[in-house]
């Protein structure tokens, strides 16, 4: 298992209960996951997978567009444990089943899914195309992968003032927006995270030409990428199997 993973699970463990209200207040986050939904062309009665399933916000926008069925995983105890209270809460657990497992190590039969989704969480990975490639292979024949992230490729030196300049420029409006849509707390939780996107501390961007460059070494047939309209930065993804 990567070991890079443990630092993730560490950081999502201090965030959890303050999740929904730090990145879950920011619109833009909703709509990056509408996005992603659009994307998907869900329908009813598909099988869906959700990889850093979180809090369950992109699997609760999945079920209001379909009436599908998800398994949702999550290497995090506690953002599951919000996750199943939340279900729970909602009466909707026949719905959504969540399974600790890490993204490295999916342990599911060859063409399982009709959709295997995630967003903002496949960034955590270090080394992307081994988990890009198992996905592929959990697809049904058809199925899609449909992935919402930020656009900014932070690999390379950190001693590079160009990289770091990149980085900045992503920062910049996207901590405006959390301060406007989250106040403080958003604001102070999103600085942080900027300090690990600079540092790669478990934060491990790359850009969507690159994510669409591993998806077609991956076996993908076609990818089809879209911008959030005003958000250049964040974008999604399809690719179909
Ligand atoms: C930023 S949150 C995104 C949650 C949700 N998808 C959303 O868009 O709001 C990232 C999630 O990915 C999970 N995660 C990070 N690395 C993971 C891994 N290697 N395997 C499984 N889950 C992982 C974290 O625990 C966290 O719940």
């Known amino acids: 298992m990567e070991s890079t993973t443990q630092p993730t699970r560490e950081w999502f463990k201090d965030w959890a209960n303050e999740y929904d209200n730090t990145l879950g207040k920011i619109k833009r986050h909703h709509q990056l996951l509408e996005l992603a939904v659009k994307m998907s062309k869900v329908k009813d009665g598909e ?29 995090s105890r506690d953002m599951m444990d919000i996750c199943t209270d939340k279900l729970d809460k909602l009466g909707i657990k026949d719905k959504i089943e969540c399974r600790m497992m890490n993204a490295v190590s999916l342990d599911f039969p060859k063409e399982s899914f009709d959709i295997v989704v995630s967003t903002v969480s496949l960034h955590h990975v270090k080394n992307k195309y081994p988990v890009i490639k198992a996905i592929h292979s959990i697809l049904k024949p058809g199925g899609r992968f449909v992935i919402g992230d930020l656009d900014v490729d932070t690999t390379g030196k ?15 409006p996207e901590l405006v927006l959390a301060l406007k849509d989250g106040g403080i707390e958003g604001f102070s939780r999103m ?51």
């Open 191 to 241: 600085y942080d995270n900027g300090k690990k996107h600079i540092l790669n501390d478990g934060e491990y961007c790359i850009s969507f030409e690159q994510w669409a460059d591993i998806c077609y070494r991956a076996g993908f047939a076609k990818v089809v990428v879209k911008s959030m309209p005003n958000f250049e930065r964040f974008k999604a993804l399809c690719a179909y199997k």
């Open 158 to 172: 950190l001693t590079d003032s160009k990289r770091l300049m990149r980085i900045l420029d992503y920062l910049m």
């Open 47 to 75: 099988h869906v997978l959700d990889i850093g399933i979180g809090t369950g916000l992109t699997s609760l926008k999945f079920l209001k567009a379909a009436d599908c069925t998800i398994i949702g995983i999550d290497n």
